[in-house]
């Protein structure tokens, strides 16, 4: 909390409660803002005495009682906004405030006629004005436009949209010129054509952004953009390629406006009168000819029609007899060509071959924007379903959680089938639980990738839409990021569920032997909790180390008839891993073979919802001292000790394991 520095806690339904006593403990506070947020009682003067504070909003709140600034606040303030309040009274103590504050709507200025400035709103025209300063006054013509650098040009223009900023002197016009500096410097050095950069009327917002700003962008040696230039500067702002200055400002957007100045537009009209010209010549000779080759022609015409429709569908290829389906309906993904991912790749070179397995090849690939990717190539003579593939493409384009997997597009053509997705770093779970990764995995690892697990895993049950029954949660399945961060991962035996299919969908069984939920297994009948049952295993193989199968020993059983409440560590510790460190006894560790055991329990109807079981995997790392809501998962090693010799590649054989189709028997795994 100590290098907290902007509070946004406006409109949330929090219980009645005193100003917190903690405020003044956040000597790095800027910003606070929580409007309408039920705080009553006093704001203590030593609030206003961090030594950062600059901006204080808590409208519509139910402070009262005498307001204390105090003679020792901040030199920074700029304001504190504490209208519809409660508050009888003020202590300005004689003085005469730099900054302003904001009382309206309270009893010190309703009940008596006042002329206090702070009973009055401030000008509304406050805002700050800026606009990027041209070197020289440059006069343009046909509605072209001066840039900084006195250049005439179309340039591309939209708006900056700030969700959130480490600031709020919005007067300080440094700020801008700062960001505009960084925008140049970025453009130039990623090779982008552009000259120069404007920057104009920024405008304060509530709600979504607190900062809206024009951006417009000129050409570099032209007076306008082709459509490649176009693509890629929306591109650096749609991926998040260009980062404004971290010390000044939050996550942003980037709403661009049309564009209708393209260099490379189709032929001027005077080409396009003598193109004219041309062809009525040419049709008079074709006329002549047209009864001899009219057949020709229609045939020509048809091929090249379908030529034509094959190049601009990039799912013209798509043959939904034999692919088991229909075209596959994105939402965020796109379609890469072959050509493409053969020049991502450096013509799929060895170099870049970073595993393989039962199912192809795994290449890296860097787009131009310098983005890593994850290429997943099927060998010609394995390939995946049809039905398969494009149910892994249709999911993975409709899910967007920061513990699933991304799905960037997928390339059908030449008889290939790939995916193509985020690059994740680290690997498999199954890598680092077996220890060939490199990296160690301590009692805190493991839980914070088990929150991310489980949090991917609900968010597909209850937030996806239509909700998504994995079907193959295992170890090889949950990748880790940079930080160490789960991510679920292979969505080729997924199955939505339908609103006629609330409950349970029949199907055939699918899934990893070891995972696969008995009951599934024997009624052919899918729900939600057969994916509880999956990562029940999952959490048995985190604390174990073992893979659910081991020398013909079953992990589930093994747990089961080696647990006894009544001994430390429920008597398993010939079973769980002693790297997570058993010396002392983890906090928690009893907590979670129990949630693990009642997630593998015989019948679905007594196994917890996903969101249960992030809810109490958050509850045992607040047990064993640990933040829920932490963005990383190193734990009390650091993440470069940890990965140190660490040389398996991070798409290792063991994470294309066998998912597949099983008989309908009655035998239960030994």
């Known amino acids: 909390m100590n290098s907290l520095n902007t509070l946004y806690l406006s409109n949330n339904s929090f219980d009645l409660a005193d100003v917190p006593s903690w405020f003044p403990a956040l000597q790095a506070l800027t910003t606070l803002m929580m409007e309408h947020t039920q705080l009553q009682g006093q704001v203590p003067a030593t609030f206003f005495e961090l030594p950062n504070l600059q901006t204080v909003v808590l409208k519509g709140n139910r402070l009262n009682g005498t307001l204390e600034i105090g003679p020792s606040f901040s030199n920074q303030l700029k304001t504190i906004d504490l209208q519809y309040n409660s508050i009888t009274g003020f202590n300005d103590r004689g003085r005469t405030y730099k900054f302003d504050i904001i009382l309206v709507d309270n009893p010190v200025c309703t009940a008596r006629e006042t002329t206090s400035t702070y009973c009055e709103l401030p000008p509304s025209n406050s805002s700050p004005s800026y606009l990027t300063p041209p070197s020289k006054t440059c006069p343009c013509s046909s509605g072209q436009i001066s840039s900084p650098s006195c250049g005439c040009a179309y340039p591309y223009t939209g708006t900056l ?8 002197d919005f007067g300080n016009l440094t700020r801008y010129k700062e960001l505009e500096q960084s925008l140049g410097q970025f453009f130039l050095s990623h090779q982008l054509p552009v000259d120069s950069v404007s920057l104009s009327y920024p405008k304060r917002a509530s709600f979504e952004y607190r900062l809206l700003l024009d951006l417009a962008v000129f050409p570099s040696g032209q007076k306008s953009f082709n459509r490649t230039g176009i693509s890629m500067i929306a591109s650096v702002f749609s991926n998040q390629t260009f980062k404004p200055p971290k010390e000044l400002f939050g996550p942003y957007v980037f709403d661009g406006d049309e564009y209708e100045h393209f260099s490379d537009e189709p032929a001027n009209s005077k080409k396009s009168s003598i193109a004219i010209k041309i062809g009525a010549t040419a049709g008079a000779s074709v006329l002549f000819l047209l009864l001899v080759l009219v057949g020709i022609y229609a045939y020509r015409q048809k091929k090249r029609a379908e030529r034509a429709t094959k190049e601009s569908n990039p799912f013209a290829h798509w043959d939904s007899k034999k692919s088991s389906g229909s075209i596959p309906q994105l939402k965020g993904a796109r379609c890469f060509s072959f050509e493409e991912l053969k020049k991502y790749t450096n013509n799929f070179s060895e170099a870049n071959d970073i595993g393989s397995g039962g199912y192809g090849k795994v290449y890296r690939g860097t787009l131009p924007s310098g983005e890593l990717i994850a290429i997943k190539r099927a060998q010609q003579r394995s390939m995946q379903g049809g039905l398969e593939f494009k149910t892994e493409i249709e999911l993975l384009s409709r899910v967007h959680h920061k513990n699933v997997v991304s799905l960037l597009g997928f390339c059908f053509e030449r008889g290939e089938q790939m995916l193509i997705y985020e690059y994740v770093p680290n690997g498999s779970l199954s890598d680092s639980l077996s220890g060939k990764s490199g990296i160690r995995l301590d009692w805190t690892r493991r839980l914070k990738i088990t929150v991310g697990a489980a949090r991917g895993l609900a968010y597909l049950h209850e937030l996806a839409n239509p909700p ?21 991962a292979d969505f080729g035996l997924s199955k939505p569920m339908g609103d006629s299919e609330k409950g349970h969908v029949t199907t055939q069984v ?3 032997m070891g995972y ?56 398993l510790q010939e079973i769980l891993d002693a790297s997570i460190g058993l010396a002392a006894t983890p906090k928690g560790l009893e907590m979670f073979v129990d949630l693990a055991m009642s997630c593998v329990e015989e019948s679905g109807a007594n196994r917890p919802t996903m969101s249960e079981v992030v809810k109490e995997i958050e509850n045992i790392m607040q047990l064993a001292g640990m933040n829920p809501n932490a963005e990383s998962a190193s734990g009390s090693a650091t993440y470069e000790e940890a990965t140190k010799g660490g040389s398996l590649h991070p798409y290792s054989d063991d994470s294309f394991a066998y998912s597949g189709v099983f008989p309908a028997s009655k035998i239960e795994p030994q």
């Open 161 to 168: 949209k700030f969700r959130a900023l480490l600031f709020s």
């Open 468 to 488: 998504i029954i994995h079907r193959d949660i295992k170890s090889t399945n949950i990748l880790l990021d940079e930080r160490l961060n789960a991510k679920v």
């Open 510 to 512: 699918k899934g990893t």
């Open 516 to 571: 696969l939920d008995p009951e599934y297994y024997m009624t052919q009948q899918l729900t939600e909790k057969s994916d509880v049952y999956s990562f029940g295993v999952l959490m048995l193989e985190i604390v174990t180390a073992r893979k659910p199968i081991e020398r013909g020993k079953y992990i589930v059983r093994e747990v089961r008839l080696a647990m006894d409440k009544t001994k430390s560590l429920y008597n």
